[in-house]
């Protein structure tokens, strides 16, 4: 009797071991150096909040939640790489929180061959919502959304010249085209259009462009890195031209970037305000960021919602989640309240949110709404 008891409490303190090191595995690539680094480490930073807290309060089902990381400094054919190593190799449940348009479609051919899904990308992209990726779950607004809102608020002010400069990419191409459906609800058409390297802008070619066609107002669809330079340059030719930019730069680094260039810059937001206090999601993060010493950035909520979503999908895939089970988990999210946002999937829809508004940089380098 006594061997018995030994050998119960034996596999009890086994499987209380086991237990405690079960994890479900999540992998993430993203631009962790490179010109998209300040705003992927905020969004991570976000996204961990709500992953440490879950994980403190026994994970989902007993088992903690581990984000594995991998840098594909901005590059897409790392990007497919690492997707690679994260699913064959490291044998993750699922993709999270990938950053950029060609980069997250990089992964396209490895989802449709493992069936692996990808919740967050951190992209607004309209070739990440139609057509609709089976395995992918898009938790943002899209990018057309953001750059029709901002043109039309701009043309709104007034008889103005508007110029656009995109990034020569998916991403700024699918921008660009959200931002002429914008002008077109105001019957107006931008005075100048300027495609650059998405890498490597010549800003001594697209200095003088702008200030050829006399703008009042630019908007820029590039990474932080490209903008906050082209911002200098600007200022730097004596323009004074308004500019806005998209939610892929709401980050507090990009405004570190732009130093005294900062005041007045627009910047779309594809969350709320993180000082409103009218969501309770946005009080929740923030209450987290607080107890660790950190400042809740836009890119930070964007990283929070959507891991708050990963983890709903989880409890919902059952006590021994697989691939399958997380996609059809994700499908089954209806009328699912993140706090103040309602995020809806259906298997002809994985789109998520349609949020969209912005912020304007004030003297003290804050975003203000």
């Known amino acids: 009797m006594r061997n018995l008891k030994n050998w119960c409490l034996a596999a009890s303190l086994i499987m209380a071991v086991a237990?405690?090191?079960?994890?479900?595995?999540?992998?993430?690539?993203a631009g962790f150096s490179g010109p998209v680094a300040a705003g992927v480490k905020e969004t991570t930073e976000g996204a961990k909040l709500y992953i440490d807290a879950t994980n403190a309060k026994g994970g989902v089902g007993g088992q903690a939640i581990e984000l594995i990381s991998l840098d594909d400094k901005f590059d897409p054919k790392l990007t497919a790489e690492n997707g690679r190593i994260l699913v064959e190799e490291r044998k993750v449940l699922a993709l999270f929180l990938t950053r950029g348009t060609p980069h997250t479609q990089s992964l396209f051919p490895l989802l449709d061959k493992t069936g692996v899904p990808l919740v967050g990308p951190?992209?607004?992209?309209?070739?990440?919502?139609?057509?609709?990726?089976k395995t992918l779950f898009n938790v943002r607004a899209t990018y057309q959304r953001e750059a029709e809102s901002i043109a039309a608020f701009l043309t709104a002010l007034g008889p103005t010249s508007v110029g656009i400069v995109h990034a020569d990419d998916s991403f700024g191409r699918d921008a660009l085209e959200g931002a002429l459906a914008g002008f077109a609800k105001t019957n107006q058409k931008p005075s100048v259009v300027i495609p650059a390297d998405r890498s490597n802008p010549n800003f001594e070619e697209i200095i003088p462009a702008l200030l050829k066609a006399k703008v009042q107002s630019v908007l820029w669809f590039g990474s932080g890195t490209s903008v906050s330079k082209g911002v200098k340059a600007l200022r730097e030719a004596k323009s004074v031209a308004q500019v806005a930019t998209l939610s892929n730069n709401a980050s507090s680094g990009f405004i570190k970037g732009l130093g005294e260039y900062g005041r007045g810059v627009i910047v779309s937001q594809v969350f709320p305000g993180v000082r409103t206090a009218d969501y309770p999601m946005v009080n929740e993060a923030r209450k987290?960021?607080?107890?660790?010493?950190?400042?809740?950035?836009?890119?930070m909520l964007e990283g929070y919602a959507a891991a708050k979503v990963l983890v709903?999908?989880?409890?919902?895939?059952?006590?021994?989640?697989?691939?399958?089970?997380?996609?059809?988990?994700?499908?089954?999210?209806?009328?699912?309240?993140?706090g103040g946002l309602t995020v809806d999937y259906a298997s002809d829809d994985h789109t998520g949110l349609s949020f969209s508004d912005f912020a304007i940089i004030g003297p003290s380098g804050k975003f203000r709404r």
Do not use: C, F, W
């Not at 237990?19 to 992998?27: H, P, R």
């Not at 990440?128 to 990726?133: D, F």
């Not at 987290?288 to 890119?299: D, H």
């Not at 409890?315 to 009328?335: D, F, M, Q, W």
């Open 19 to 29: 237990a405690a090191n079960a994890q479900i595995l999540i992998g993430q690539s």
């Open 122 to 133: 951190s992209t607004g992209a309209m070739v990440m919502h139609s057509p609709v990726q």
């Open 288 to 299: 987290l960021a607080k107890a660790k010493g950190i400042e809740l950035s836009p890119a």
């Open 312 to 338: 709903e999908g989880l409890r919902r895939a059952g006590a021994n989640p697989t691939r399958e089970s997380l996609v059809k988990a994700l499908e089954s999210i209806k009328s699912y309240d993140l």
